[in-house]
Nanobody
């Protein structure tokens, strides 16, 4: 069973920076995993922020472009967030997904409990 633990959240003023981390454990090194960051603000749907697939390709939501940088070291995921805005305030969640290849890996999705980011104006 994969276990994800996020850290690095906190309270900052607008324009500040934070670096989030997500440490994974319990994974099978014979399988391929993609890792992503999502966030959820109060009263809103959870939304995608940024992700890195197993081959190292990274992608980021338009709201985070030019401000957030995702990186990954094996099974630890990072999100460097610069020039933070009040609208970035949310709980940030790490997600890890496993595909069905190679055999006998089976598809699965795991979530961490989240880390809170609060940006004041």
């Amino acid at each position: 069973q994969v276990h994800l633990v996020e850290s690095g959240g906190g309270s900052v003023q607008a324009g500040g920076s934070l670096r989030l981390s997500c440490a994974a454990s319990g994974y099978d090194t014979g399988c391929r995993y993609d890792m992503r960051w999502y966030r959820q603000a109060p009263g809103k749907e959870r939304e995608f922020v940024s992700g890195i697939v197993d081959d190292g390709s990274a992608y980021v939501a338009d709201s985070a472009k030019d401000r957030f940088t995702i990186s990954r070291e094996k099974y630890t995921l990072y999100l460097q967030m610069n020039n933070l805005r009040p609208e970035d305030t949310a709980m940030y969640y790490c997600q890890m997904t496993r595909g069905g290849v190679p055999w006998p890996c089976s598809p699965a999705t795991y979530w961490g409990l989240g880390t809170q980011v609060t940006v004041s104006s």
